[in-house]
């Protein structure tokens, strides 16, 4: 245990402090985030790796489809309008699967907002993941905190200018990385990446790379803390769904007041003495350049740095961890009153405290029954309904595809032997990656004679015809009813394909169109 004036108070300062908090239109105050260590910085690291990973890795996986589709484990081929996820294929018409999963991701932000706050923003964001990113190259070349400052306050020099050269060719290698990658979602990898190389690709393929390269360099080297503060309507939204019970990072200061540099001095003086020893490490690694101590703000993206910070801080003091951490309104609102007697005293750290370091039992932890509390299952019921819905609808969705289309003029046509013709364009889509054949069946028309142009019958009179893979086949049918079996006016019957051999078939409800009077 270490006696707090042997800390070291960092010179650091929240950018939004009453007094730096200025004009709309002040000059941006620069933030240098210090170094981190601890288990939710262990936990962004492995969350940052998984991501960066998943975004630049996913166009190279190959996923065999056999000779007919392309062998790309994830594509969004718009030339034939096909989304490819491994083993699923997702056509035009199925976009609703599309729309489904992204209903699914807004519901998931809302039950992960009412459990633990901004965790989006502080683990997953793609602005928060690409500003680590941005950071560890900065500190790689230019240093921590100090070392930063040091060199951004010093004037321009032949080590300041090969040092931030450096950096500055680094992220835009970073951001070009990060456009090319974004264009290899939409046309095989590979071979995209040679044409792109040796200047044969299409030009829009360089204007995305130089937009997203742009946005990438700016958003996540130059602007940082801006675009959530100023730029994003995230945090707003999320301020409006929390409640009560949702975890957030928090400042207890039910046993951080008073703050002192002293605690001996102020013990030996007869004054109250918090857990704080206002060392402005809390402040010094935050990335959005706020003191937490302030209170709950909406620049506060929840990464939990500061709680590693002040963990680290308590572990050399020998106090109990916590002065910062996730915590629920309910149980902080529950200890500030216990500190201070119901709100009609001044904070005293003695009466939260039953032996030293040692909580009484009136203090309130965190329960599992407030992360899983009805609004929160509510969210999850929603978003899991949703999930079986659609890979209920996946699993059981026809892999084939029928629409027909009766002719309107003529609607009919009356042959010489009296007999009544309807024609029919028949557009079948077959949605398997591979060659098959199919049989044409018509029902509810007795003695119908069916024709299909340019397409001969089998030996059994059967209508059999080929089907390329995930490709769309169109016939041309005609239907034939003697005039001793034709119905007056119009008639339902039903159109049938099935392939040959399988299971699938598809059902289309059609009309025979004959004269009212004959």
């Known amino acids: 245990m270490s006696d ?7 010179d650091a300062q929240a950018v939004n402090s009453s007094e730096k908090r200025g004009s709309l239109y002040a000059a ?26 998943i975004y630049y890795l996913t166009p190279w996986l190959r996923w065999d489809r056999g000779p007919y589709a392309p062998d790309q484990a994830v594509l969004i081929d718009i030339a034939h309008r096909r989304f490819y996820f491994f083993f699923i294929e997702i056509w035009p018409q199925e ?46 070349v230019e240093g921590d905190r100090n070392a930063r400052i040091k060199l951004d306050n010093a004037p321009m020099n032949a080590n300041k200018l090969a040092k931030r050269v450096t950096k500055h060719t680094i992220w835009l290698a970073i951001a070009v990385m990060t456009g090319g990658a974004w264009i290899f979602y939409f046309a095989d990898a590979p071979t995209l990446a040679m044409e792109f190389i040796t200047g044969q690709a299409a030009m829009v393929a360089y204007i995305t790379v130089a937009i997203l390269t742009a946005t990438t360099y700016v958003f996540g080297g130059l602007m940082r803390e801006q675009v959530c503060t100023y730029m994003c309507p995230w945090p707003r939204i ?38 704080c020893v206002d060392c402005n490490a809390c402040v010094a690694v935050c990335p959005m350049g706020i003191d937490i101590r302030d209170g709950q703000q ?66 309130q932890q965190l329960k599992m029954s407030k992360i899983f509390r009805p609004r929160s299952l509510f969210y999850f019921s929603i978003w899991a309904l949703i999930g079986v819905a659609l890979i209920t609808t996946l699993l059981m969705r026809e892999r084939i595809g029928i629409n027909v289309l009766q002719d ?17 364009t028949v557009k079948l889509l077959n949605m398997v990656n591979e060659p098959r054949q199919f049989e044409l069946i018509i029902d509810g028309l007795s003695q119908a004679e069916v024709h299909v142009a340019d397409q001969a019958t089998d030996g059994s009179g059967r209508h059999i015809f080929n089907a390329e893979p995930d490709r769309l086949k169109t016939l041309k049918v005609f239907v034939v009813l003697p005039k001793t079996a034709v119905p007056p006016g119009s008639t339902p019957f039903t159109m049938t394909v099935r392939d040959v051999n399988g299971t699938e078939s598809a059902t289309y409800k059609a009309t025979f169109i004959a004269p009212e009077k004959r």
């Open 238 to 275: 999320q301020a409006a769904m929390l409640d009560e019970n949702s975890l957030t990072v928090t400042y207890n200061d039910w046993r951080g007041e008073p703050r002192t540099r002293n605690s001996k001095k102020a013990i030996a003086a007869g004054e109250s003495v918090g857990d």
């Open 95 to 140: 976009f609703y699967y599309v729309a489904g999963m992204l209903i699914m991701a807004g519901i998931g932000l809302f039950l992960v907002t009412s459990v633990a706050g901004r965790a989006w923003c502080g683990y997953t964001c793609p602005q928060t993941v690409w500003v680590d990113l941005f950071l560890v190259v900065e500190r790689a």
């Open 408 to 424: 309107r003029n003529p609607q009919y046509v009356l042959l010489s032997d009296g007999s009544i013709r309807n024609g029919y």
């Open 4 to 10: 707090v004036g042997e800390f070291e108070r960092i």
């Open 298 to 363: 909406l620049e506060c993206i929840t990464c939990a740095l500061c709680i590693d910070a002040c963990n680290s801080v308590m572990d050399k003091i020998g106090k109990p961890r916590g002065l910062i951490s996730y915590s629920t309104l309910s149980d902080y609102d529950a200890n500030m009153a216990l500190a201070t007697n119901n709100g009609t005293a001044p904070i005293e750290p003695t009466r939260i405290y039953e032996a030293k370091n040692t909580f009484n039992d009136k203090v």
């Open 28 to 53: 941006r105050v620069k933030v240098f985030p210090k170094r981190a260590s601890g288990d939710f910085r262990r936990f962004k690291w492995i969350i940052m790796f998984i991501t960066l990973g």
